[in-house]
């Protein structure tokens, strides 16, 4: 004798009273490329300091073909250092972020809000679809930043 209690029948079959998803439909992860390799150039004189600005959400965009947003966290496990061309002597590597706190997620928070308000404003003036495919909100820590090419 089958307890017909605990189960639903639905068109003569029995089933179960919880949905269950089908593999066919669980959501799917898209692979994406998690590692980058920059090849950057040093200054050779000794005491000579260079600058490099790396922008991680901008490379991954690139090698992925899909949009990383800039203000979100990037979780980064290891870095890896390989120097052919600087002289021995008192070498320094020095490595920056942007702080991780209230202030800069705050700032970076609302100047996204703005520039978005600004984007629709100009969009209420303007006939048609204005927007590019890649634009998006993009801060530069200096003005150095903005023209370096890493």
């Not at 066919?24 to 490329?33: D, Q």
């Not at 150039?41 to 000579?48: E, I, K, L, Q, V």
């Not at 690139?62 to 600087?86: C, E, F, M, P, W």
């Not at 303007?126 to 590019?132: C, E, K, P, Q, V």
Request: aromatic share 8%.
């Amino acid at each position: 004798m089958v307890d017909y209690t605990k189960r639903n029948v639905v068109n003569g079959k029995l089933t179960s009273s919880k949905k269950k998803r089908s593999r066919s439909k669980a959501k799917k992860m898209t692979p994406a490329v998690r590692y980058l390799r920059y090849e950057l150039t040093n200054s050779a004189t000794p005491g000579n300091e260079t600058s490099h600005y790396i922008d991680l959400a901008k490379d991954l965009s690139a090698v992925n073909r899909r949009l990383y947003r800039q203000g979100r966290d990037y979780h980064v496990k290891k870095i890896t250092i390989v120097s052919s061309n600087t002289p021995n002597g008192e070498n320094r590597v020095s490595l920056s972020t942007c702080p991780h706190s209230w202030v800069a997620a705050g700032a970076w928070k609302r100047g996204f809000q703005t520039w978005k308000h600004m984007n629709a404003e100009a969009d209420r003036q303007l006939a048609g679809n204005i927007d590019g495919t890649w634009a998006d909100f993009k801060v530069y820590l200096s003005d150095d930043m903005r023209g370096a090419r890493n």
